[in-house]
């Protein structure tokens, strides 16, 4: 099955207010996160990473934060636009291993 | 412009019929895969290859079949195999499979197969 996985299929959010996505994995021996963002009819597109040596890394109006203990990863979205409705998926990755494993995917439609 | 093209973006195929999806590359990557995407689900492995004329089986490979004659170009065979082939095609291609520890991968804009 897979080892990663979406609490929440979709997401509705006000335009202007802050999303959060979440994302949960099983496999502990994981040590690379990114999250990527696919608009309708595309191919993906990277966002954001982070190693496991870390617990929270920024971007430009995104943040992910790491927590390993309950093996959690959090994508958090400042003042969401209509230009953030995509599907977001989290995926994981051992170090030198070849294999993304990816998650389900959360639907983000932002509400004007 | 460097990128990842994919052709066709839509196609139908009968049942029985063998399709070949293309997939090029102009970014001079070792690395490059095919995943299929399901509506609801995650992307899932088909194949891999490292190096020219070397690929490797991912998670779903039944079915399917890929070449890799030119580092430009990793064109995908969906067979008769295939029992469900209907989906969403996507080719993604990194530096080199060390690559994908540093999220280049990079993904093309996919081809959707839909079998009559």
């Known amino acids: 099955g897979e080892s990663v996985g979406l609490h929440l299929p979709t997401l509705s959010v006000q335009e202007g207010d802050n999303s959060i996505i979440n994302c949960a994995y099983s496999?502990?021996?994981?040590?690379?996160f990114i999250w990527y963002k696919q608009e309708s009819g595309k191919g993906p597109q990277f966002i954001i990473d982070i190693r496991s040596n870390m617990d929270k890394r920024q971007g430009q109006r995104v943040t992910v934060l790491l927590n390993k203990t309950v093996k959690h990863l959090s994508l958090q979205i400042a003042a969401t636009q209509p230009g953030d409705s995509a599907v977001y998926f989290c995926?994981?990755?051992?170090?030198?291993?070849?294999?993304?494993?990816f998650g389900a995917g959360t639907t983000v439609t932002v509400r004007a | 412009d460097g990128g990842i093209t994919q052709s066709p973006k839509y196609l139908f195929r009968k049942e029985g019929q063998n399709v070949t999806l293309s997939c090029e590359q102009n970014?001079?990557?070792?690395?490059m895969y095919w995943y299929r995407q399901d509506p609801g689900q995650g992307l899932r492995l088909i194949y891999y290859?490292?190096?020219?004329?070397?690929?490797q089986k991912g998670d779903i490979a039944e079915g399917y079949s890929v070449s890799r004659e030119k580092k430009e170009s990793f064109p995908l065979t969906v067979t008769s195999a295939q029992k469900n082939p209907t989906a969403f095609y996507l080719c993604?291609?990194?530096?080199?499979?060390?690559?994908?520890?540093?999220?280049?991968?990079?993904f093309g804009e996919g081809s959707r197969l839909t079998v009559l």
């Open positions: 995926a994981e990755n051992i170090l030198n291993d070849y294999k993304l494993s």
């Open positions: 496999n502990s021996a994981s040590d690379y």
């Open positions: 993604a291609s990194s530096p080199g499979t060390s690559g994908i520890n540093t999220g280049e991968l990079f």
């Open positions: 970014l001079n990557h070792d690395a």
């Open positions: 290859s490292q190096i020219v004329n070397d690929f």
